[in-house]
């Protein structure tokens, strides 16, 4: 059984900067394609990032790109997500999620694809 524990999160001012984790158990990373979701109150989980089994491949939403980015250390079974130019809208809980059965430059954006989750950690921008 995969676990997900996600760490990082917690209250910055805008314009700020904070790296996520998300240390993986039970199974080895490098057998999953990665993802990083959020869920603000009120609105439905969204997609923020996600990484290919290979690190090859890496995907962004929109409102995120350019000031995020993620990255896997198989060797620490860790995926990370730095966050930068953090925005009071980027406030909400986010989410790491894992996948086997991608191909290994795959990946996608959608919540339902994902077969495991961790419990979330929260972060909270101030303006």
């Known amino acids: 059984q995969v676990q997900l524990v996600e760490s990082g999160g917690g209250l910055v001012q805008a314009g700020g900067s904070l790296r996520l984790s998300c240390a993986v158990s039970g199974r080895t990373v490098s057998n999953y394609a990665m993802g990083w979701f959020r869920q603000a109150p009120g609105k439905e989980r969204e997609f923020v990032a996600a990484?290919?089994?290979?690190?090859?491949?890496?995907g962004f939403a929109d409102i995120v790109k350019g000031r995020f980015t993620i990255s896997r250390d198989n060797a620490k079974n860790t995926v990370y997500l730095q966050m930068n130019s953090l925005k009071p809208e980027d406030t909400a809980e986010y989410y790491c999620a894992a996948d086997r059965r991608f191909g290994s430059q795959d990946f996608t954006r959608a919540v339902s694809r994902y077969e495991y989750w961790g419990q979330g950690t929260q972060v909270t921008v101030s303006s």
């Open positions: 990484i290919s089994r290979s690190g090859n491949s890496i």
